[in-house]
């Protein structure tokens, strides 16, 4: 008798990622709902939940669409360096990150819908994790696919950069861009991956001081008797 094989189960990030990408399509199809939603630099003070919301709504449906793609694929991509609260603290630490700072930096920039900045937070913070983590193992020829990620994504962060007044991808997305959030991603993702990879170099030094510097020792077996 032929039997099906078992299913594997899926990772916690990536069952939260399609629930994130679900509430994207929701939200797209709403779309009188955008609009309190999205970033608006005129109505920050009065409602400052749009630093986080604004990024959860998009322009149309091929914007949508996209990005729900890509938050996927990377979830699945990094579920082996970042956990699920890992991967959902470097979305929401890019989206206040690029908020913030189109705020102070880019006063022109009165409003932004998209999931593009904190995405590149998530690429970037699970990208450093792994090229660290690969460092430290032999053969080091195991850090060039993490390294090849992380110089790839500053090429495309390069590249996306405003040049004479166009903007990438313009085109396929019917809407200008704004690259700048990318960059601003880029850097938070950056950053928080630095600090994910220190503390997981930290945490085996910190268990052996607590125990005095020593594994500990398992005790001898009893004799059978």
Known sequence: MRTTPPMLPLRPPLLAALAGSALLLLLQAMPTVAPFLEYRRSALSAEPWRLLTGHLVHV??????????????????????????????????????????????????AW????????HALFFAGATVALARSARRRPRSMALLPLALVVAGWIKVAV???????????????????PQAHLIGAIAGTALGVYFAARSRLRPSVSLARDGGKSPVPPPAAAAR
């Open 60 to 109: 149309n449906w091929m914007h949508a669409l996209a990005n729900a793609g890509a938050w996927v694929l990377l979830s699945y991509l990094f579920a082996p360096r970042l956990s699920v609260a890992r991967q959902l603290l470097a979305l929401a630490l890019g989206a206040a990150a690029v908020s913030l700072a189109l705020a102070a930096g880019y006063p022109a920039i």
């Open 112 to 119: 932004y819908r998209g999931a593009s900045g904190a995405l």
């Open 160 to 178: 996306d950069l405003p040049r004479g007044g166009v903007t990438a991808y313009a085109d396929w997305l019917g809407v200008s861009t704004v």
